[in-house]
Every structure is written in structure tokens, then in C-alpha cells.
């Protein structure tokens, strides 16, 4: 019995300290600012648009769970339709980009929560995440990980979402911004994005120290413009899933290799990409093996 207590009282500590990772997780607290409210720890656009009196980011109930969740939604003003924005830390009002986030030094693998949204036009709003270790040599920020998933079609009612964050570096990050947009860059009037319950959840491993079954992969040429080759050298007897990400986490190419024998060459046509930086995740199993590549 006392075991079972245990089990119960470590499983409840896990879940609450994966909760207290991001500031206002279930936007229960709210300041007001007079002619409206703002989700605490919560950058929003309603700063800007108090003088024409359209807020975009608004308490909502009731919560799921909670009492209050994040009702994000774009607006006509003046000026045009007007973003529903939110970013968890400072969010600059005119660019309508973050400028900073909170403090964070875990790898997760997963952002999940709950959310309903719709578009009316044709400018579908997304859940980014952003992972950035700050680099004392270039004093400049380095990103770790990022994760992008846009709203496709609708919901309409609550549902669970999970969005896995793509790692393109071993280090642990020191910063995390998460942006929530009601609305892509053409937003239309009413598009909507309701939030609630965030959470991180899972743990990745730092790559440099990472032992997997994928014990050398190496990928040529690098840089390229046509075709890579993807050498890999392991012993997995799971499905080889071989993935290409831009630097937002969308998945450009996916190819499912199979079981892959104890040494497999594996070509892969990145013609139709444009020019920049690429990740490469190798996925056998639970492990994942990332590399870098660039396409001029």
C-alpha cells in the first residue's frame, strides 16, 4: 500500500513539475489593465489595440481543465485584420515577432495542450516553438530545437494536441519562446485559436552523448544541390524513418527506409528544396540521430 502512495505521490510531483515548465501553462492568471485583461507572463497585441478598443488575446471560459483559457482571435481594425498573437515572454508590437522568452534548460520532446481553431480564409495560424542556448563566443543566441505545426482544417471542439520539437543541436537550451498565432500572415476576421493546458512533455537526450543503434551516419556531399547520400552504420532490427526539416520544423522530404541490414546507403533527391539549412532526423526505434546539411 505504502508503494502504491508512493508511486502515486512521484507520478502527481512528474506532472506537476512538467506544468510549472512554462509560465501560466493553463492561463488561469490574469492582470487587468483597465479596459481589458492579459494573460500573465504573456505577451499580446491587446496593448496596441486598447486605443481602438479590438482585443485579439482574451480570457475565456471555462477552462479544460481550469476555469479560464486563451481565446485568440484575429480582428478587423482600421489598419486591416488585426493577428491574434501570443508569445509566452516580450512580444514586439509593431514587427508583431517575439523579442524574448522565459528561462528554460530541459530538452522535452513534445509541446502538447489542448486547442479548437478555424481559418475563414486561406491564412492558416500556427504553435511554434523556439529552443535557443545562448553562445558567449559569437554573443549571439544558437538554436537547440524548434517545432512548428500549422492549424489544419478545424476543430471545433477541445482536443489534445502533441507537436515534437526537432533538435538540431546536443546542447541544452537556456531560453524557450512559444508563439501562438490565431492567423498566418494574411489573417482574416474571426480566425480563431483557443489554447489551454500547456505542457512539455518527454525527454531528449543530448546527441553528442547519445549511444543508438545508428552508430555512424555520415551524409555527402555537404554542402549540395542535387542529390545526398545518407551512410548509416547500425544494428536496429525496428523501421528506419529518414526525415528532412527546415529550420521552422516542417517536414519537407520523409522517406521510410525499412529495416535497414547492418550497413545501408541511402540516396535521397533534395533538388526541389530551396537553397539554405537543413536538419536530417534518422529515427529507428526511440532513438534519433540528427545532422546538419546545407543546399546552395
Not at 543566441?141 to 471545433?156: K, S
Amino acid at each position: 500500500m505504502k508503494k502504491i502512495i508512493l508511486a502515486i505521490f512521484t507520478l502527481l510531483f512528474l506532472t506537476n513539475l512538467s506544468f510549472a515548465q512554462i509560465p501560466n501553462f493553463s492561463f488561469e492568471s490574469w492582470t487587468s489593465m483597465g479596459s481589458y485583461e492579459t494573460p500573465d507572463q504573456w505577451g499580446t497585441m491587446n496593448n496596441t489595440s486598447a486605443v481602438v478598443s479590438v482585443f485579439t488575446a482574451t480570457k475565456a471560459t471555462p477552462g479544460n481543465p481550469g476555469s479560464f483559457y486563451l481565446n485568440l482571435t484575429s480582428k478587423t481594425t482600421l489598419a486591416g485584420v488585426l493577428n491574434g498573437i501570443a508569445v509566452s515572454g516580450k512580444l514586439d508590437s509593431t514587427t508583431m515577432l517575439p523579442v524574448s522568452g522565459f528561462a528554460f534548460n530541459l530538452r522535452p520532446q513534445s509541446l502538447t495542450g489542448k486547442w479548437q481553431h478555424m481559418i475563414y480564409g486561406t491564412s492558416a495560424g500556427s504553435v511554434s516553438v523556439l529552443l535557443t542556448k545562448w553562445n558567449t563566443l559569437s554573443s549571439k543566441r544558437d538554436t537547440v530545437a524548434t517545432a512548428y505545426r500549422a492549424l489544419a482544417d478545424m476543430i471545433m471542439s477541445w482536443a489534445n494536441f502533441s507537436i515534437n520539437l526537432t533538435y538540431q543541436s546536443g546542447e541544452y537550451p537556456d531560453s524557450c519562446i512559444i508563439v501562438l498565432q490565431a492567423s498566418g500572415s494574411a489573417p482574416t476576421n474571426q480566425d480563431y485559436l483557443y489554447v489551454d493546458n500547456l505542457a512539455f512533455i518527454g525527454s531528449v537526450a543530448s546527441v553528442e552523448n547519445n549511444t543508438t543503434s545508428l552508430n555512424v551516419v555520415s551524409i555527402f556531399p555537404n554542402p549540395s544541390n542535387s542529390l545526398i547520400t545518407i551512410n548509416l552504420i547500425g544494428n536496429s532490427t525496428q523501421t528506419t524513418l529518414i526525415e528532412l526539416l527546415d529550420l521552422e520544423g516542417r517536414v519537407v522530404i520523409s522517406k521510410n527506409a525499412g529495416i535497414l541490414p547492418s550497413q545501408s546507403k541511402q540516396i535521397i533527391d533534395v533538388s526541389s528544396l530551396s537553397k539554405g539549412v537543413y536538419i536530417v532526423n534518422i529515427k529507428t526505434g526511440n532513438e534519433t540521430v540528427c545532422k546538419k546539411i546545407v543546399l546552395q
